[in-house]
């Protein structure tokens, strides 16, 4: 597919001007800016940086850019909306400042959209993760009614009870841009002043729809999960008889990408239709059980004592 | 005893209290009004201090709002009066207070000559007055208030602090506190009440001082808030009349989304947009909920009643001058209807048949395994109807046909349109067994096979769709009834009441023939026959026909408005049929006032008693003439064998209130044979045959209505 990039009119913020100024103003508001997470995932929440940030007392506040992987989704770069692969922008402010919504608005301000000329609005949408155990209460944000953010107090992470409380940003990047600039395809995106999405994006979205819904084996996959349930299973086994010196440096991190790696696959079978409704149900309660357990692992481990009383 | 300290012409005051929120779920907000109005009243009347007080509530998606007027400002005083001993025992027989008396006025906290005496039903005693002295209204509020905010349910709350925070909806983020005129400083989630409010997002100041009520609604309207829900409506209302107006054309009507919209902004304005005219190929159906589901946007009509390519939005703004969020919406919608419009095509690249497989791999409930199996089961049960219909004259039943649409009744929910409209279950399945060439018959009764929904919504419009819903909720109730799924309480996930509604709901709409017991027993014959092969116990099936009579007694009392007990008499009477079941309440109706009908079921009740006394005696005794005493015995008995053939021949034509009337023709003679005749007789033999009479007579005479369940003793 050719470049279809108008240089004469340019109309909104190139893709990566967007993550450029998304990223200056939330790192103004404090945020350690992080990258993407360095495995595959399905939405930013699933970045450790969000999933296990969130446990715990202390304060911390983080954004990142963190491509999301939806299998099912894909459409072999036909559709001029929905991609196998999108960019999330996501943002951590633990606790969660009592301005958060103004300081959110501000945000869509800086990267050029008059308030006052749009119908923005919070309409409840209550965010769940059933393979984190995860769920929260907040709003999608609609410009013009086109769902550009979720907005969520996260309330439980990992099964365990949040105190203090999270609130997660979610942009959609593609959609936001897009909106922008005006254009009515995501392939169409001006991503700097001379590549367009479809450029950089398109060969990807091809080759993984067709892998993910036509090629992709399914059996290997399959014994591919069960692998990594294991790992992790293993490696949450071992760390209640960890000793007082190997707690620090004890591998949750790893168990908990074999968690991930465990969603994804499960996604991967989800896109080749093998999974029946009732196997569904069974195996998204064992990637959260993994989860669940990690998270309370993790926070045993950061506070520093094993007894630590997990309220659950 | 306690009374009210009136003092005349008091001062009464207003109070305003507003919880500024973040955005509260619109759908949430007419309840929480509510919530509010009752929560306020309560606790003052508990404080005694309801009485002329008028409690308006308000909402907007930031705010909860209520106005209160005609407070006192202080609690009045409460005077109760303390009995103490008798005067005999307070006093001594020189008049002067014993020990009695004086620990009474030490106890009460008197002087001993505050101490009276009074007159009561048991003689003189001695009585202390008691003042409780109210508190400032002021005070009250500062305790009940955070009890009021804190006591409004929602459906799921949350905390935006940590555990020990306060719980709400969304986060609340300020309190306005006003109570005759001056700042009211009650305490909510670590916020204080105060004076100042806050505008619209957009269009309005951050914070907004304010004196009262009036000043309040008058400064939050300058800033781009409509306090009141109705006034919002009415905008709402009055703009799309307006636009429909110009547009000449009509908006699709939908009272649920209007009152939806009024509580999403708290500046509602309405806009039009428009759209591609080529996305009306696709069925209104589809463009609509497209429209109304996820967008919130009103369809509109052209004459004919055909969708015009126009949407009304209703932003939360005050204008669109440059168009941009019409732009917007557009855009919006078009990627939606693309969406549909795809949906559509690939789904129908395959026959709605070749879905059937695909059903294999949703489940219905894991113990009565997939869609699939269900569907096996519901094409028995809505064969073995259409077939007894037919049998039964209904010339337009066809068992074919309502085998065609069960099979493919439930193949759309593997299509991508359910999946992305799940509210469009059956209505797509309909279409695209339209497009495809089933017979209309067959598509529509696969497009109405999930009627009825609610109790005020339509039945299926064809005879083939009564029989595919049937044997869908049919096998719905029987199936998880088999299993152990068995609604209780507000638990009722496979939504079975409604299913046993609907059944009934339609049979009597319909006036389609069917046995209820029957239809149980067919229904379980299939569970059993037909994977997953589920047996269930004779009491089970009772259960089941409980379940589905109960529906019935319901629709029966609350939309026909039959009695209670008549109702009873008729089930009682072994009514199967339910359209039967409804003719034998109307004769019953109809001939329940007449002159002989009501001693008639007294003496029936009678009758029930005494062979109750009576216990087995009677049984298998044979009436022999012989054994006759007396002419009433004798009238009564020829009576009897002369009315038996008429009631049964009118009965089974149908004529129940001619039968009845029948019936109740007897009276002079069952009425005669109580005043002459002595039942238990010392004479063995006489006795027995009366009671064998009286047993015939009820026995014969009960089946249209069990008479004796008739009256207030009939209950039990």
Known sequence: MKSKVKLEKKVGLNFQDLILTLSHFWVKQGCVLQQPYDTEVGAGTMHPETFLRVLGSGGYRVAYVQPSRRPADGRYGENPNRLYKHSQFQVILKPSPADVQDIYLKSLAAIGLNLKEHDIRFEEDNWESPTLGAWGIGWQVLLDGLEITQFTYFQQSGGVDLDPISVELTYGLERICAFLQGVESVYDLRWSDDKSYGDIRLAEEQQFSEYSFDRSDAKAIRSEFELHEKQAKELLEGWPKAQEKERVRYPLLAAYDHCLKCSHLFNLMDARGVISTTERAALMARVRAVACRTAQSYLEQISGTRELAVRS | ?716
Request: net charge positive; aromatic share 8%; with cysteine.
């Open chain 2, 1 to 716: 005893m306690k009374r009210s300290v009136k003092k005349a012409e008091e001062r009464r005051a207003e109070l305003l209290l507003e919880i500024g929120c973040e955005e509260i779920p619109a759908g949430m907000l007419p309840r929480a009004e509510e919530e509010l109005r009752s929560g306020i009243e309560k606790l003052l009347t508990a404080e005694n201090m309801a009485d002329c007080v008028s409690v308006e509530t308000y909402s907007a998606p930031r705010r909860l709002t209520a106005w209160v007027r005609g407070l006192r400002t202080k609690q009045a005083d409460l005077v109760s009066e303390v009995t103490g001993p008798p005067k005999s025992v307070a006093y001594d027989a020189v008049g002067a207070p014993t020990r009695a008396a004086v620990s009474f006025a030490e106890k009460q906290g008197v002087a001993l000559h505050d101490v009276y005496c009074i007159q009561t039903q048991k003689g003189e005693y001695l009585a202390a007055k008691q003042i409780k002295r109210g508190r400032s209204t002021e005070q009250i509020l500062l305790d009940i208030l955070p009890r009021v905010i804190h006591d409004i349910y929602w459906p799921k709350t949350m905390t935006w602090t940590g555990l020990s925070g306060a719980r709400f909806i969304r986060p609340v983020r300020w309190l306005v506190g006003i109570f005759d005129g001056k700042p009211l400083k009650f305490k909510f989630a670590e916020l204080t009440g105060g004076t100042e409010t806050a505008g619209h997002r957009f269009l309005g100041a951050s914070r907004i001082r304010v004196k009262s009520f009036a000043d309040y609604e008058k400064k939050l309207r300058a800033n781009g808030v409509i306090v009141r829900a109705s006034a919002r409506r009415e905008k709402v209302e009055k703009e799309l009349a307006a636009l429909a107006k110009k547009g000449s054309y009509k908006v699709h009507e939908d009272a649920e989304l209007l009152k939806l919209v009024s509580y999403l902004s708290e500046y509602p304005t309405v806009i039009e947009g428009k759209f591609d005219p080529a996305f009306l190929s696709l069925p209104d159906e589809i463009l609509i909920t497209v429209m109304r589901g996820h967008q919130k946007y009103f369809a509109v009509e052209k004459r004919g009643g055909d969708l015009a390519p126009n949407f009304l939005a209703v932003i939360n703004l005050d204008k669109d001058p440059k168009g941009l969020t019409r732009v917007g919406h557009e855009k919006v919608l078009r990627a939606r209807f693309a969406d549909a419009r795809f949906f559509w095509e690939s789904d129908q690249k395959c026959r709605l048949a070749d879905y059937l497989p695909k059903l294999e791999r949703v489940t219905y409930e894991s113990r009565l395994g997939s869609y699939k199996d269900k569907v096996e089961r519901m094409r028995a049960i809505a064969r073995w109807l259409a077939e007894q219909w037919f049998n039964l004259g209904l010339v337009q039943a066809h068992v074919a046909e309502a085998d065609r649409a069960t099979e493919l009744a439930k193949c759309d929910l593997a299509t991508e349109m359910v999946r992305e409209f799940t509210e469009l279950q059956g209505v797509v399945g309909g279409l695209y067994a339209k497009s495809q060439g089933e017979p209309e018959e067959v598509a529509d009764a696969i497009y109405d096979h999930y009627l009825p929904v609610g109790l005020d919504d339509p039945v299926p419009r064809n005879l083939t769709g009564c029989a595919v819903a049937i044997a869908d909720k049919l096998d719905s109730v029987a199936g998880c009834f088999a299993v152990g799924v068995v609604p209780s309480g507000s638990s009722d996930p496979f939504a079975l009441r409604r299913a046993a509604l609907g059944i009934v709901k339609i049979v009597l709409e319909k006036k389609l023939p069917l046995s209820l017991s029957l239809a149980v027993s067919q229904a379980l014959k299939v569970l059993l026959t037909h994977a997953p092969k589920k047996s269930v116990t004779p009491e089970q099936e009772a259960q089941i026909l409980d379940f589905l009579r109960d529906r019935a007694r319901y629709v029966f009392r609350e939309k026909d408005g039959f009695e209670y007990d008549e109702v009873n008499a008729v089930f009682r009477a072994g009514a199967d049929d339910l359209v039967d079941a409804r003719k034998r309440l109307e004769a019953l109706r109809a001939i329940r006032k007449s002159k002989n009908f009501e001693p008639l079921t007294v003496s029936f009740k009678r009758i029930r008693k005494i062979l109750e006394k009576a216990g087995k005696q009677a049984e298998g005794v044979h009436i022999q003439t012989d054994l006759f005493e007396g002419d009433a015995e004798r009238t009564l008995f020829a009576s009897m064998r002369k009315a038996g053939p008429k009631v049964e021949e009118q009965k089974r034509a149908g004529h129940y209130k001619e039968a009845l009337e029948v019936i109740a023709s007897l009276r002079p003679e069952v009425d005669r044979f109580f005043e002459q005749v002595m039942v238990m007789a010392e004479n063995e033999a006489v006795k027995k045959n009366r009671l064998a009479l009286l047993s015939e007579l009820l026995r014969e005479f009960s089946t249209i209505a069990d008479f004796s369940e008739l009256g207030g003793e009939g209950k039990n």
